[in-house]
């Protein structure tokens, strides 16, 4: 059974940083793409919009223009983790972060496996 679990939300001040988590289980991250998506306050789930990315062809790695230079996702094959590194957290960063085995950066993600997310709220 494919799982996959977050951690590591919380609040922070305006240009703080946090470092998100993603442990799966049931598959090998390596097999294919992983990608972090996030939903802001009041937002319906059809516009989870996606933030960073690992391709599951290339293994490159792709960010959304509104977190490029300040978010870092990185992936550790042995643990079977991925992560993401958030600095200079804005206001605007608050949202419950997903991570999927999917990518969707500027586009609707295809059917994949979701976590139950966890909430990043940036305030002062």
């Known amino acids: 059974q494919v799982q996959l679990v977050e951690s590591g939300g919380g609040l922070v001040q305006p240009g703080g940083s946090l470092r998100l988590s993603c442990v799966a289980s049931?598959?090998?991250?390596?097999?294919?793409?992983i990608g972090w998506f996030r939903q802001a306050p009041g937002t319906p789930d059809k516009e989870r919009e996606g933030?960073?990315?690992?391709?599951?062809?290339?293994?490159?790695?792709r960010y959304d223009d509104s977190v490029k230079g300040r978010f870092t996702m990185s992936r550790d094959s042995i643990k079977n983790m991925a992560y993401l590194q958030m600095n200079s957290l804005k206001p605007e960063d608050t949202a419950v972060y997903y991570c999927?085995?999917?990518?969707?950066?500027?586009?609707?993600?295809?059917?994949?496996?979701w976590g139950q997310g966890t909430q990043v709220t940036v305030s002062a």
């Open positions: 933030v960073a990315c690992i391709s599951g062809s290339d293994g490159s790695t």
């Open positions: 049931g598959f090998n991250l390596d097999s294919g793409a």
């Open positions: 999927a085995t999917v990518c969707g950066i500027g586009y609707v993600p295809g059917i994949g496996h």
